[in-house]
């Protein structure tokens, strides 16, 4: 088992080991002293297999339970689904000690973290992320909420967890495309800050099976969360260093969005990166041979590494996005592996910049 202490607003650990659903109440007792109700939000994929578990763990802690499970899917991270969670604490008694734990992916997770960030003013969350991305990213770092029909997560809030929980056990039962995806968002902490990661991603023969190696999926795990959470000790509310994990994520949004969220995040953040890759080659910002090696081995995981969007169409979804601040967008490039900056460009900066990549 392994622990990583998360220094933010309020510090929390995320522990990472097998088999950890079962211990998930005694985990949560120990920051959660106070608490004495917990309402377990899950979706109708993930309740079915872990439900129970969580739920006598945290009963033999003298929890009383709750569920609110939810339709699977990113098309239900809306707010009716939020006013469910609300309608449920409210009617059973809820009150400022008591806690949400979240147990699924990554809806699940912005999902529960909001509905516990606005009940009676901000409630406790535990994060039990079961999909490899939400145990490495969206687990970590506190931003929760919910998407609009206009764009993904317009409305949330930033709210830490008490404790991550991470069974990598959980990994076992993720549908083949769910895992790949994760490795997306692995291989853009290669990419923004982590050489380390990068040469461990690189060396693994076997790559396409890399979920059987339960040794090396923890310690892939671990670093992303350490990652993390450097990033959030120094920039927590997302203004500055914290940027730079959306990373191929200014284009995969606009990518999910035009794809009504029928293609996987993981798929249109590795998509993204692809596109920024070939661009900041192509002006210069990036050498070729490193940009070649960084598309072959997002390719390598069985991501895709472009798409049919075209410059205006990506660059007019940009301009929709809660991460433009005024008429200027902050766009993630990464310089050489391991070391990202932030650039600021002009809508018609950002189209040309984008137009080039494409023309190779
Ligand atoms: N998923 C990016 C972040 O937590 O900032």
Redesign the pocket.
Same mark, same amino acid.
């Given at each position: 088992m392994q622990r990583i202490n998360v220094k933010a607003s309020t510090d929390y650990e995320v522990v990472i080991g097998a088999g950890l659903l079962d211990k998930s109440g005694s985990l949560i007792r120990e920051v959660c002293p106070k608490a004495t109700k917990a309402l377990i939000v899950s979706d109708t994929n993930v309740a079915p297999l872990y439900m129970d578990r969580v739920k006598s763990s945290l009963l033999s802690e003298g929890f009383a339970v709750y569920e609110s499970v939810f339709e699977a899917g990113e098309e239900r991270k809306n707010i009716d689904s939020i006013i469910a969670m609300w309608a449920k604490m409210a009617e059973e008694g809820f009150t400022r000690t008591d806690m949400v734990v979240a147990l699924g992916g990554g809806v699940t997770g912005d999902m529960a973290g909001f509905a516990a960030a606005s009940f009676l003013r901000g409630i406790r969350v535990a994060q039990l992320p079961t999909s490899l991305l939400a145990m490495v990213?969206?687990s +970590? /770092? /506190?931003?929760t909420g919910i998407d609009l029909p206009q764009g993904k997560n317009q409305v949330g809030a930033f709210h830490q967890p008490s404790i991550v929980i991470v069974d990598t056990d959980c990994l076992k039962t993720l549908p083949e495309e769910t895992f790949t995806e994760g490795m997306g968002?692995v291989i853009k902490y290669a990419y923004i800050m982590d050489t380390d990661l990068y040469g461990i991603l690189k060396n693994v023969s076997d790559k396409k099976n890399i979920r059987d190696d339960s040794m090396i999926i923890e310690v892939i795990i671990a670093k992303c969360a350490s990652d993390?959470a450097y990033? +959030?000790e120094i920039d927590e509310n997302?203004n500055g260093l914290?940027?730079t994990?959306?990373f191929g994520?200014t284009v995969g949004h606009v990518i999910e969005r035009d794809n009504n969220f029928t293609l996987a995040h993981g798929m249109c953040v590795a998509k993204g990166m692809g596109i920024m890759i070939r661009a900041s080659e192509k002006a210069g910002r990036l050498g070729c041979s490193e940009a070649k090696e960084m598309l072959d081995l997002i390719e390598a995981y069985g991501l895709p590494s472009d798409d049919p969007i075209t410059p205006e169409e990506a660059t007019k979804g940009v301009l929709n996005d809660k991460k433009k601040r005024g008429d200027i967008i902050s766009v993630i490039l990464v310089t050489s592996i391991g070391k990202s900056e932030i650039v600021k460009m002009t809508p018609d900066e950002f189209k040309t910049f984008l137009k080039e990549g494409k023309d190779q």
């Open positions: 990213d969206a +970590i /770092g /506190g931003k968002e993390k990033v +959030i997302d914290r940027q994990l959306n994520h």
